[in-house]
């Protein structure tokens, strides 16, 4: 089993940051990709950014340019830097990890840009 522990969220105007970090632990294995999607209020789970274990990104088209996933193998944790943040962004972000074949989540944190 793996769990994931999101921290960083809050409550931010539009145009500033936020810095969103996620920490597994458990039975993690080197080999995995890691990521954030983002759920706001009546709306689908949708994906924000992903990074393999050897640092290949993958982001939205909408926050490319504003928002940077990166991962540390080591601590076994995953960051994403939030610039540039619009009223849009806000959601509930949830850290996933895709292992041997299974998909796990953490609880998620809120994210809220106020206009």
């Known amino acids: 089993q793996v769990q994931l522990v999101e921290s960083g969220g809050g409550l931010v105007q539009a145009g500033g940051s936020l810095r969103l970090s996620c920490a597994a632990s458990?039975?993690?294995?080197?080999?995995?990709?890691m990521g954030w999607y983002r759920q706001a209020p009546g709306k689908q789970r949708e994906l924000v950014a992903t990074i393999t274990n050897i640092g290949i990104t993958n982001y939205a088209d909408s926050v490319k340019g504003r928002f940077t996933i990166s991962r540390d193998n080591a601590k076994n944790t995953v960051t994403l830097q939030m610039n540039s943040l619009k009223p849009e962004d806000t959601a509930v972000y949830y850290c996933s990890m895709v292992q041997r074949g299974r998909n796990y989540w953490g609880q998620g944190t809120q994210v809220t840009v106020s206009s």
């Open positions: 458990g039975s993690v294995f080197s080999y995995n990709d």
